[in-house]
């Protein structure tokens, strides 16, 4: 079975700041890896996505993530936060067999001015 | 291009009623999934279907039934609807069955059992 922990519900920056959101998965087989963000009272929207190829994963809005396979890792950065990226952020992992897709717990960015 | 729609918005129910929470796509999506989102427990997989006429169960398909009879429209049924049901709940869907193609999400439907 997968799982997704993401470490911290809540994460608070300063603006122009780095933003590090970290996130570890569990699978018993190759993951697809995804990074999607809910700004408030919307779904949820894709930020970037780990099939295959290049482990280093850019996305929209400056962020981008890298697949560490050795640490089961797929931590999000951006490095100079806006205001506009206060929003929760979700990991998720599906297996290449199928399009389930497991979330994990939630991580609330908060950008101070 | 309206993408995934959900509704209704907002609903308020009492303990022991029963509704329908609407989902439609017109991208002809092959997969479709519902969700439901709690506080600190991010979102997790209720139904989900691979094609008109297949459904099955995800992780937490307790007191829900769904039924997908054309490609576009997925409904949820609440059958007798319980405090615990209380959420916001997201449809989504995906093109390929395949893990890789990344999901359409709705703007959700924030349910309040009471």
């Known amino acids: 079975a997968q799982s997704v922990t993401q470490l911290g519900s809540h994460v608070s920056v300063s603006e122009g700041a780095l933003v590090l959101l970290r996130c570890n998965y569990s699978s018993s087989v190759p993951p697809y890896l995804f990074w999607y963000v809910q700004y408030p009272n919307q779904g949820l929207q894709l930020l970037l996505k780990?099939?295959?190829?290049?482990?280093l994963v850019k996305g929209i809005n400056g962020f981008e993530a890298e697949f560490k396979k050795s640490e089961t890792s797929f931590h999000l950065t951006k490095p100079s936060a806006h205001m506009s990226d206060a929003a929760e952020y979700f990991c998720?992992?599906?297996?290449?067999?199928?399009?389930?897709?497991?979330f994990g717990e939630g991580t609330q960015l908060t950008v101070n001015p | 291009n309206a993408g995934v729609t959900q509704t209704p918005k907002f609903q308020v129910l009492k303990t022991g009623q029963s509704m329908t929470l609407q989902c439609a796509q017109d991208?002809?999506?092959?997969?479709m999934s519902w969700y439901r989102q709690d506080p600190g427990m991010g979102l997790r997989l209720i139904h989900y279907?691979?094609?008109?006429?297949?459904?099955d169960q995800g992780e937490v398909p307790n007191g829900y039934n769904v039924s997908r009879s054309t490609t576009e429209d997925f409904p949820l049924r609440l059958l007798s609807a319980a405090p615990s049901q209380t959420s916001v709940y997201f449809c989504?869907?995906?093109?390929?069955?395949?893990?890789?193609?990344?999901?359409?999400f709705g703007n959700g439907t924030r349910l309040t059992v009471t």
């Open positions: 279907s691979v094609g008109a006429g297949i459904t």
């Open positions: 989504a869907s995906t093109p390929f069955r395949g893990g890789q193609s990344p999901l359409h």
């Open positions: 991208m002809n999506h092959e997969y």
């Open positions: 780990y099939t295959t190829g290049a482990t």
């Open positions: 998720a992992v599906s297996e290449t067999s199928g399009s389930r897709l497991t």
